[in-house]
């Protein structure tokens, strides 16, 4: 059973990077899709980016794309999130998701098709 833990999260300045990191166990992550979404308070889960582990294919939502970046560690079994130029409205919860697949290219950003969730991290952004 894939389990996911997330970490990275913490307080930034507007401007600054930030790395989140998704550490998966229970199961390599070659036929899984994972994505980054977080939440705000008071605002539904946002998709952010998506992966897919048996080709690499990657999709990013249009509020991050240029400034965050999904890769994977297949050694690690992990995941992670390169976000740039952060911003105040980037301060959320952030969390990793999975889901087996065994297409390529299937990477939705959608929450409903993730059936395995990490319990998110914390980013601030303020100055």
């Known amino acids: 059973q894939l389990q996911l833990v997330e970490s990275g999260g913490g307080f930034v300045q507007p401007g600054e990077s930030l790395r989140l990191s998704c550490a998966a166990s229970g199961a390599t992550l070659d036929y899984y899709a994972t994505a980054w979404f977080r939440q705000a308070p008071g605002k539904e889960r946002e998709a952010l980016a998506s992966l897919n582990g048996a080709d690499g294919f990657r999709m990013y939502a249009d509020s991050v794309k240029g400034r965050f970046t999904i890769s994977r560690d297949s050694a690690k079994r992990t995941v992670y999130l390169d976000m740039g130029s952060l911003k105040p409205e980037d301060t959320a919860v952030y969390y990793c998701?999975?889901?087996?697949?065994?297409?390529?290219?299937?990477?939705?950003?959608?929450?409903?098709?993730?059936?395995?969730w990490g319990q998110g991290t914390q980013v601030a952004v303020s100055s």
């Open positions: 998701a999975a889901r087996q697949s065994f297409n390529d290219r299937w990477t939705p950003l959608v929450a409903d098709e993730y059936n395995i």
